[in-house]
């Protein structure tokens, strides 16, 4: 065993690894790896880099200085983006560079293994890194110390040294006491090339005290009763017991259908009388029409949706999902909600392009409107005291909800015009948003 002052541990592994096994055929995961493998290992030792371990999906490496770290780290990036394109193959990597002390073990003969802190480090950074990120973990840094890197984006935009270092939030990592400082390598053309606009996962410091965010449940819709609108959902509580729980189909995202069986999301908040009560039911395995709110360079992107409330739920779309859909943003889409892992969260899967199309209507519904396009129509009937109500425009009844008005002070009642924004409702029905009252005229 062999304790020395300092060296730099380099840890990169494939971005969203899980999914992509699950979606890929095993020959074509196989293939993969052995490409990207191939390509780490050649930049890896053209910075005289040392291979420690696989790491399955990825690999530790050591280095002697932090900078041939780095740049092994920018030549890997480069090379995936040339050799496998990720808009085409769904490869990407994450990466965690940390420097300082290590025990050095010695496996066999002429075989090592490295343990303690920056190793440790290095490892978590990459976890907590999004697709195409590298993080790095360095004493600070002052002007006259950063090293010299540079990537092909950088010598084209000739980029400044001190340009390619972008300071993090100091973080917690799991195992190690203090927070962890860390800076954002800019390799790319553009900062939103990180697939998700950022290049980690948020990370709480040690003194700040927890935000109040919602408990996300999981359960199983025990009962529905379709013609009065409510039922209930079993579910498994933080205390280790089942429970069961009100719901209301006003509450169910997206006005998705529902039944007796299906798996869903949802959160509790009070309801009438101060009871507890599921809302914001999110359908696992339902399908939903959203609209496409973002577009990396590397094909991946979001899918946006507006709950009861008027908050917004986004849906991370994987590259190879939509490699043959020519999307673009504000397209509207149909998709299937699934579970991904902890970075992504909720994903869309089976996406539909929906672009400029109208929904097709029963007969009785009459005239067609097209998503997103502005209308007006009268007020039928609205229910103050349960927040909802029907307008009619043309043929169509609109749903009108209390959290869709633009001014919450002023209720809607039988006729009076509004104006809003067409967007899709519970079984090729629309809903209102954005609901605004305008001047009464005598022909509509």
Same mark, same amino acid.
């Given at each position: ?48 880099? !040392?291979?420690?371990?696989? #790491?399955?999906? *990825? ?7 932090? /900078?041939?770290?780095? @740049? &092994? +780290? ?92 972008? !300071?993090?939030?100091?973080? #917690?990592?799991? *195992? ?7 800076? /954002?390598?800019?390799? @790319? &053309? +553009? ?254």
């Amino acid at each position: 065993m062999i304790t020395t002052p300092y060296k730099t541990f380099f840890c990169t592994r494939i971005y969203n690894a899980d999914l992509l096994k699950t979606a890929l055929a095993e020959a074509d995961w196989a293939r993969f790896l052995t490409e990207f493998y191939g390509i780490a290992r050649k930049n890896i030792r053209q910075q005289q880099g !040392e291979i420690v371990r696989s #790491l399955g999906d *990825g690999l530790l490496a050591v280095f002697g200085q932090p /900078a041939a770290a780095v @740049q &092994a +780290a920018i030549d890997t990036q480069e090379s995936l983006g040339k050799q496998l394109p990720y808009a085409e193959t769904g490869i990407s990597c994450k990466m965690g560079i940390a420097t300082g002390s290590f025990i050095q073990l010695t496996v066999d003969e002429g075989l090592f293994d490295y343990l303690g802190t920056a190793v440790q480090i290095a490892q978590h950074l990459c976890e907590q890194a999004y697709g195409n990120a590298i993080l790095l973990h360095h004493a600070p840094m002052q002007p006259h110390e950063l090293f010299a890197i540079h990537s092909q984006a950088g010598i084209r935009q000739q980029r400044p040294l001190e340009a390619y270092f972008v !300071e993090q939030p100091p973080c #917690l990592l799991q *195992g190690i006491p203090l927070p962890v400082c860390s800076h /954002a390598i800019f390799w @790319q &053309a +553009a900062p939103n090339h990180y697939l998700t606009d950022r290049p980690m996962e948020t990370c709480r410091a040690k003194k700040e005290e927890p935000s109040a965010v919602e408990t996300v449940h999981f359960g199983k819709v025990t009962a529905f009763k379709k013609e009065r609108g409510f039922g209930f959902i079993q579910y498994y509580t933080e205390h280790h017991e089942y429970k069961e729980i009100y719901f209301h189909m006003s509450y169910v995202v997206g006005n998705a259908g529902i039944q007796e069986n299906d798996h869903v999301q949802f959160v509790i908040k009070p309801g009438k009388e101060e009871r507890p009560q599921a809302c914001s039911v999110l359908v696992m395995g339902g399908r939903l029409i959203g609209q496409v709110e973002s577009l990396a360079a590397d094909g991946s992107g979001h899918i946006s949706i507006r709950n009861q409330a008027s908050e917004v739920t986004r849906f991370f779309v994987l590259p190879q999902v939509i490699r043959d859909l020519p999307l673009r943003v504000n397209d509207v889409v149909e998709f299937v909600v699934g579970s991904g892992s902890d970075a992504e969260g909720l994903i869309a899967t089976d996406i539909t392009l929906h672009r400029g199309e109208k929904l097709a209507h029963q007969a009785e519904t009459g005239d067609n409107l097209t998503l997103g396009n502005t209308e007006q129509a009268i007020v039928t009937v609205y229910f103050a005291d349960k927040g909802y109500g029907f307008a009619k425009c043309r043929r169509n009844n609109i749903y009108i909800h209390v959290s869709e008005l633009t001014d919450p002070e002023q209720t809607p009642t039988p006729g009076d015009l509004i104006e809003f924004e067409v967007t899709p409702g519970r079984d090729s029905t629309y809903r209102a948003n954005s609901v605004r009252f305008v001047q009464r005229r005598d022909a509509v």
